[in-house]
Each structure stands twice: as C-alpha cells, then as structure tokens.
C-alpha cells in the first residue's frame, strides 16, 4: 500500500515507523527522489518544500520489496515575529513595522486582526523574488495607513509552490498616542510658501495656532519630498 508522509522542510521521519513489516532491518534504496527529499540510512529527510512520490526498494536478497512513499514537505513555522510603530516623524502617515525569521526559498502572506483569535484577513504577500539576494538574515514589511486609535494583531505564514506552513506566534501593537507633524496642521504648498517668505532655514512658522498666536516649529529636512 501507498504511505503518506507530512514532513516540515528541513525534518526527517524513520521509515521504519512507516513501511510495511517485510521491510524490517533492510537495506532500503529510493528512486525518483529528486530536489525534495533525501534518503539517508533508514530515515527521509526533507530537502526540499513540495509534494513528491518515492519508491523505496529493501534488497531481500532474493526479491525486491517495492512500496511507494508520498512526501508532501511544508515551509516551517515562521519564528521571530515583532511588530512595532515606527519612529519616522517625517512621514505623513502613521505605520508599522514588521519583521520576522528569513526562511530559504520562501514567500510570505502576512495577516491582521483586530481581535488575537479571530478575523485574521491577508493583507500583503511578499515573494521570496523580492528579498533573495537580501545577505540580512530577517525580513521587514511596512504596514501603512494605521491607526493609532485601534490596537492591532499580526500573524505571517511562509509558503512556496502553493504550500503553506503554519502561522507564526501573534504579534501585537498597542494603541499609541499620535506625534504632531506637519502634515496634521499645514499643507505642503503652504511650508513651501513660508518658507520661501519668511526666509528661515532651521525654523517654520506655522499660523493655525489659536488666536493668530505663531508657533515655531523645528523643520523636517524630509518633509519637502512629500
């Protein structure tokens, strides 16, 4: 009879465990192995992330045992999850920072709830394209446009040929308190305007303050690549 196996990339199993009882304290041999597994002694291992039929052989001396093995090998569980805000003051948007374990060969979906148990929905996919010959041994993903009024849950899950491995740990933010910048109070057509007028360098004037009062303001090198 056929055997099954579900091995997580870079795993073994002991065949011994598995195959029939005629193929007890033989010598086994496997064809077909390709780049997914490798057979070493009496145990498999996963070489590889895919789905691939083996036939192992056990030489009786006199006749062949044949059985055939189908090993389906998934990405590991991702490890090292973080999420925290992030500290750029020059941008016009609130964000989050994601960054967890690189994997060999893997692709990624990252999800996020609200909620830790539930309403997990993808919101990105980061193709192992994008990163390969990144040396770093972690990977990074910015979520833009969040809120600081929600407190948010994340998970991210490794995958490759259309197999997924499991979820990571949960990863939380808090709700933070939100940093004044520019763009909450002044447009940037305005800073330009200022800026040109009132011929300040280091320092802006912004004219929104409550009764006509000016406040200073340090200036963001950044802020006029927006």
């Known amino acids: ?22 193929f007890e304290n033989k010598v086994l041999s496997a064809s077909d192995c390709g780049n997914i597994v490798k057979l070493n002694g009496r145990k498999i291992y996963a070489t590889g992330v895919g789905i691939k039929t083996i036939t192992v052989t056990a030489n009786t001396g006199r006749v062949a045992l044949q059985q055939k093995v189908t090993v389906s090998v998934k990405p590991k569980k991702v490890t090292g999850l973080i999420a925290k805000r992030s500290a750029a003051n020059n941008l016009d948007y609130d964000c989050i920072i994601l960054q967890w374990d690189k994997q060999v060969n893997a692709s990624y979906k990252i999800y996020r709830s609200s909620k830790k148990t539930s309403g997990y929905k993808c919101i990105g996919t980061l193709k192992n394209s994008y990163f390969k010959e990144v040396k770093y041994p972690k990977v990074q993903w910015l979520n833009k446009r969040v809120t600081h009024r929600k407190k948010y849950y994340y998970k991210v899950r490794a995958y490759s040929k259309n197999i997924k491995g499991d979820c990571s740990n949960v990863c939380a933010v808090k709700k933070w308190k939100k940093t004044k910048r520019y763009a909450d109070y002044i447009t940037l057509s305005e800073v330009n305007k ?15 303050a409550n009764k006509g009062a000016k406040q200073r303001v340090k200036e963001l090198t950044t802020c006029f690549s927006h």
């Open 194 to 208: 200022i800026r040109v007028k009132s011929k300040l360098r280091p320092y802006l004037w912004d004219f929104r």
């Open 1 to 22: 009879k056929e055997v099954n196996l579900d091995i997580v990339y870079g795993g073994n199993v002991d065949l011994s465990t598995v195959l029939d009882d005629g």
